[in-house]
């Protein structure tokens, strides 16, 4: 039996909705050729024999960078009587025209793969762990939740599969990382606990939280074991720690992140210095892969340094032609010495520079 057809995918989730189901998955070549976009052909050949299967035995994958949608002619030749639940793996880089080769693709399947990643706000931080994890699992597939679609463009041309908070996924996922920032949450707990939802209990699910919680200041010295904030003293580190503690009931771990460098340092880059940002990536994904339940970690690079003194280690660095003359002033209590030696040796982490000051001098 030789079945042709015409597939022109307009996007990852409109794949995924129809191939949920056997009564979907049949029309949905049907339906996707009447799409109104503009589109490449490629022609792909497939001879094989199908058994029936269910679609969660017979992993189904399509994937396409988003920047252009992709009409893909599918010859398959299938046993009589046999329903075809597997589709070939399309890479349509090779063929789509104008898109550029160093695009990731945005893939999505109507089955769950056992290192699928959800990640709840995939801004900088969220953005580097999805390179960082497709890299560690070149077939796994990456989704990102936001609140608007202002960015989805950018998201599906990495290779993040898109979608709007309050959409229904079609499955929960084995992980899931929350690096949704605070602001602009009113229920930020309870934003949390919606993300919990989409976990499945295999895999982890990780709360990227801050270093806030600890109740130290005045450049004194903290650690995992440092007593956090009590509640009620601030609305700031209520809002974390119960946060936290709804990731944490739901068998989550949490990975509270010092400051980043990027705010002092833009100015003088004149570009997003991302440094901080990489190891934060690093110890997450790290955490992720462990699979541990309830526990809390810190990220820090163990070189506590105040923002006075690390200018002063841009200036000298001679790596820059701005100088850095003073500060405006700033309300601001002083910080904290941060230790995360215990979160080193539980899970075998180094960031990628011991230092800041290594850090410029490897520029």
């Given at each position: 039996?030789?079945?042709?057809?015409?597939?022109?995918?307009?996007?990852?989730?409109?794949?995924?909705?129809?191939?949920?189901?056997?009564?979907?998955?049949?029309?949905?070549?049907?339906?996707?050729?009447?799409?109104?976009?503009?589109?490449?052909?490629?022609?792909?050949?497939?001879?094989?024999?199908?058994?029936?299967?269910?679609?969660?035995?017979?992993?189904?994958?399509?994937?396409?960078?988003?920047?252009?949608?992709?009409?893909?002619?599918?010859?398959?030749?299938?046993?009589?009587?046999?329903?075809?639940?597997?589709?070939?793996?399309?890479?349509?880089?090779?063929?789509?025209?104008?898109?550029?080769?160093?695009?990731?693709?945005?893939?999505?399947?109507?089955?769950?793969?056992?290192?699928?990643?959800?990640?709840?706000?995939?801004?900088?931080?969220?953005?580097?762990?999805?390179?960082?994890?497709?890299?560690?699992?070149?077939?796994?597939?990456?989704?990102?939740?936001?609140?608007?679609?202002?960015?989805?463009?950018?998201?599906?041309?990495?290779?993040?599969?898109?979608?709007?908070?309050?959409?229904?996924?079609?499955?929960?996922?084995?992980?899931?990382?929350?690096?949704?920032?605070?602001?602009?949450?009113?229920?930020?707990?309870?934003?949390?606990?919606?993300?919990?939802?989409?976990?499945?209990?295999?895999?982890?699910?990780?709360?990227?939280?801050?270093?806030?919680p600890y109740d130290c200041s005045d450049n004194g010295s903290c650690?995992?074991?440092?007593?956090?904030?009590?509640?009620?003293?601030?609305?700031?580190?209520?809002?974390?720690?119960?946060?936290?503690?709804?990731?944490?009931?739901?068998?989550?771990?949490?990975v509270r992140l010092a400051g980043l460098y990027i705010s002092f340092?833009?100015?003088?880059?004149?570009?997003?210095?991302?440094?901080?940002?990489?190891?934060?990536?690093?110890?997450?994904?790290?955490?992720?892969?462990?699979?541990?339940?309830?526990?809390?970690?810190?990220?820090?690079?163990?070189?506590?340094?105040?923002?006075?003194?690390?200018?002063?280690?841009?200036?000298?660095?001679?790596?820059?032609?701005?100088?850095?003359?003073?500060?405006?002033?700033?309300?601001?209590?002083?910080?904290?010495?941060?230790?995360?030696?215990?979160?080193?040796?539980?899970?075998?982490?180094?960031?990628?520079?011991?230092?800041?000051?290594?850090?410029?001098?490897?520029?």
């Open positions: 039996m030789s079945v042709t057809t015409n597939l022109c995918i307009s996007s990852c989730v409109e794949f995924v909705g129809r191939s949920q189901s056997p009564r979907k998955r049949n029309s949905a070549s049907s339906s996707f050729s009447n799409s109104p976009y503009p589109s490449s052909t490629a022609t792909i050949s497939i001879s094989r024999s199908f058994k029936f299967t269910s679609a969660a035995q017979n992993r189904s994958l399509v994937s396409f960078p988003m920047t252009t949608p992709v009409a893909v002619k599918v010859n398959a030749s299938a046993t009589v009587g046999v329903q075809l639940v597997s589709f070939a793996r399309i890479n349509a880089n090779a063929f789509a025209e104008g898109v550029p080769d160093n695009k990731l693709e945005a893939s999505s399947t109507g089955t769950v793969g056992a290192t699928d990643l959800l990640i709840v706000g995939p801004g900088v931080l969220g953005r580097i762990v999805a390179e960082k994890w497709r890299e560690e699992y070149p077939g796994s597939q990456i989704h990102g939740q936001t609140l608007t679609s202002d960015h989805h463009d950018e998201l599906t041309k990495m290779g993040i599969c898109p979608s709007l908070k309050g959409t229904q996924l079609t499955h929960k996922f084995p992980y899931v990382i929350f690096c949704a920032p605070p602001y602009g949450n009113p229920d930020y707990p309870g934003e949390v606990r919606e993300a919990t939802l989409n976990w499945n209990g295999e895999g982890s699910f990780l709360f990227t939280s801050s270093s806030a650690d995992e074991d440092t007593p956090v904030v009590p509640i009620g003293r601030s609305p700031r580190t209520d809002n974390l720690l119960k946060a936290e503690k709804v990731a944490l009931e739901a068998g989550g771990c949490v340092l833009v100015w003088v880059l004149n570009r997003i210095v991302t440094i901080k940002f990489l190891d934060a990536a690093s110890l997450s994904i790290t955490i992720l892969k462990k699979k541990l339940r309830g526990r809390i970690f810190l990220g820090c690079d163990n070189h506590p340094l105040s923002r006075q003194e690390l200018m002063e280690l841009v200036n000298k660095s001679g790596k820059f032609s701005k100088k850095f003359e003073a500060f405006t002033g700033t309300t601001d209590p002083l910080g904290k010495k941060l230790n995360n030696s215990k979160t080193r040796a539980e899970l075998g982490w180094e960031p990628k520079y011991p230092s800041f000051a290594q850090f410029l001098e490897s520029l």
